[in-house]
Structures are given as structure tokens and as C-alpha cells.
């Protein structure tokens, strides 16, 4: 799999595109293999500037993590982690929804919206996705940079 995300990413930096990166497991939790991991955010600092962004679920819980440079340390983009639209962990079911800037397709706000199950446990007949909350508003962010959320940390 990093072969092949090698190959696509020099593809992608050849033809001057840019990636969005979606996957289940996110680099760093304890389901992620070291070594793997290791080798991903190797990829992650050589393309910094083809990745904009990057989506993981698996956790079930909304996190964010900072990718930050092998050699540097410096913040060079943002992994956000999605929960999930099941009970898993006994939370609401929740998704995300990101307005992205179409210039730079790096996402301006993210907004995360509930089911709010618990709350409706007498009447799960008509339950309602809501908003819940933007990232920046609910964390008092500038904006969704790197190095916002290297601050708010």
C-alpha cells in the first residue's frame, strides 16, 4: 500500500495536483503498526505540499493529530479523525462535513454533526442528524492551520 501511495503521490507532484488522503486506521494509534507509521508520515513529509489534508476513522471519536516534519518538527498538516455513525464507545453517532477553499482545497471550517440517540431514547422513530458544532468556533481557532491547532494543543 505505501508503494503504491509513493507512486501516486510523484504522479500527482509531476502533473502539479493535489490529495485529499481518506483511510480507516490513522497513523499513530495504537492499531498502527510502528514501522508502518513511521514509513506513512515519511510520505506525509516528502508530499507536504501535494497532501492538503487528511480523514481517518476507526477510533469512533473525533480527535485531530499534527503531522509535522521528519527532520524539522514543524507542523505541515492536519489529520482529522472522524467518529462514527455507530454507538461504538457509547457516544452518538456523529460525521463530519468540511467547507474547503477552492483555490487550495485545504478546509476552511469542519463541521461535525450528531444523532443524538441518547437523548431520543423514547422516540427512535424520528431521530434527526444535528449540527453540533465548527471546529473553529467551538476551539476559538484563527483557522484550520497546522499551526492553529499546534496552539490550541
Same mark, same amino acid.
Request: glycine letters at 6%; one cysteine or more; hydrophobic letters at 40%.
Given at each position: ?22 483511510? /480507516?486506521?490513522?497513523? $499513530? *494509534?495504537?492499531?498502527?503498526?510502528? =514501522?508502518?507509521?513511521?514509513? +506513512? ?37 492536519? /489529520?482529522?479523525?472522524? $467518529? *462514527?455513525?455507530?454507538?461504538?464507545? =457509547?457516544?452518538?453517532?456523529? +460525521? ?58
Amino acid at each position: 500500500m505505501l508503494s503504491w501511495l509513493n507512486e501516486t503521490l510523484h504522479g500527482f507532484e509531476e502533473r502539479g495536483e493535489i490529495a485529499i488522503l481518506m483511510a /480507516h486506521h490513522p497513523p $499513530g *494509534s495504537s492499531d498502527c503498526l510502528y =514501522q508502518w507509521a513511521s514509513r +506513512f508520515r515519511a510520505l506525509l513529509d516528502r508530499f507536504q505540499h501535494v497532501v492538503r489534508w487528511s480523514v481517518y476513522g476507526h477510533i469512533h471519536l473525533e480527535m485531530y493529530g499534527v503531522a509535522k516534519g521528519v527532520q524539522t518538527g514543524k507542523p505541515t498538516g492536519v /489529520h482529522y479523525w472522524s $467518529g *462514527s455513525v455507530s454507538t461504538w464507545f =457509547q457516544v452518538n453517532p456523529s +460525521f463530519k462535513m468540511f467547507e474547503v477553499d477552492v483555490a487550495t482545497m485545504l478546509p476552511v471550517k469542519s463541521h461535525t454533526y450528531i444523532l443524538d440517540v441518547e437523548g431520543n431514547r423514547f422516540n427512535q422513530t424520528n431521530l434527526k442528524w444535528k449540527w453540533d458544532h465548527e471546529v473553529t468556533e467551538f476551539y476559538k481557532m484563527k483557522d484550520l492551520s497546522p499551526s492553529s491547532f499546534v496552539k490550541m494543543a
